[in-house]
């Protein structure tokens, strides 16, 4: 298993541009979630989604969508990039429906926005 | 909502003495806490978790210790070595309904000196 799998690694976008940052993961996890990771700030969840077709808001939602198409993948779009969303992103899966399960994260995605 | 609280924020040991994080969270519906390493530049890796029927759980020379009663949680390392430095993430989640939402602290940065 290839486990999660981001793309791309590095992006360099300036104001106003959108862009989507693509996750995939092979493991039949059911639920997939984004978090921004800033210095001092932890990880923060963007989105999340407990399957195919229903996603939901985490809690910094703004500025980003989000779609679940299929089991495997769930990009995450910036509509119009702001200097405010450089960070590093994380999409994460784990397995629901047999207690709490741990999730596991991909590589991360560095974006800066000019 | 869930609040997770993290200290400290660094800590600087000797290779080979003790090192303690302490988080605390805030509702008692959480019932899953992972915790999670991450080195520079790489993702966030789980190292231990408990689940809230168990007091204390150990793996070598790591163990996390929970209190249910004062909503709190705590990671232990013994005999600390330099590939200890990271930074350190504790979480809180729970299984209930439709909801999954996975809570993070701030982090911890721990350095070991040799």
């Known amino acids: 298993n290839a486990g999660v799998t981001q793309t791309p690694k590095f992006q360099v976008l300036k104001t106003g541009q959108s862009m989507t940052l693509q996750c995939a993961q092979d493991?039949?996890?059911?639920?997939m979630s984004w978090y921004r990771q800033d210095p001092g700030m932890g990880l923060r969840l963007i989105h999340y989604?407990?399957?195919?077709?229903?996603?939901d808001q985490g809690e910094v939602p703004n500025g980003y969508n989000v779609s679940r198409s299929t089991t495997e993948d769930f990009p995450l779009r910036l509509l119009s990039a702001a200097p405010s969303q450089t960070s590093v992103y994380f999409c994460?899966?784990?397995?629901?429906?047999?207690?709490?399960?741990?999730?596991?994260f991909g590589d991360g995605t560095r974006l800066s926005i000019l | 909502g869930e609040n997770v609280e993290q200290h400290p924020s660094t800590l600087s040991v000797q290779e080979g003495d003790s090192a303690v994080i302490k988080c605390t969270y805030s509702?008692?519906?959480?019932?899953?806490f992972p915790w999670y390493k991450q080195e520079l530049g790489k993702r966030p890796q789980l190292i231990i978790d408990i689940r809230s029927n168990v007091g204390e759980k150990k793996d070598q020379r790591i163990a996390v210790t929970l209190n249910k009663t004062a909503k709190h949680f705590s990671l232990h390392i013994t005999e600390t070595q330099p590939e200890d430095s990271a930074v350190y993430f504790c979480?809180?989640?729970?299984?209930?309904?439709?909801?999954?939402?996975?809570?993070f602290g701030t982090g911890t940065k721990l350095q070991v000196i040799p």
């Open positions: 994460a899966s784990r397995k629901l429906g047999q207690g709490n399960q741990p999730q596991h």
């Open positions: 509702d008692s519906a959480s019932n899953y």
């Open positions: 989604s407990v399957g195919a077709g229903i996603t």
């Open positions: 493991m039949n996890h059911e639920y």
């Open positions: 979480a809180a989640s729970q299984d209930s309904g439709g909801y999954q939402k996975v809570t």
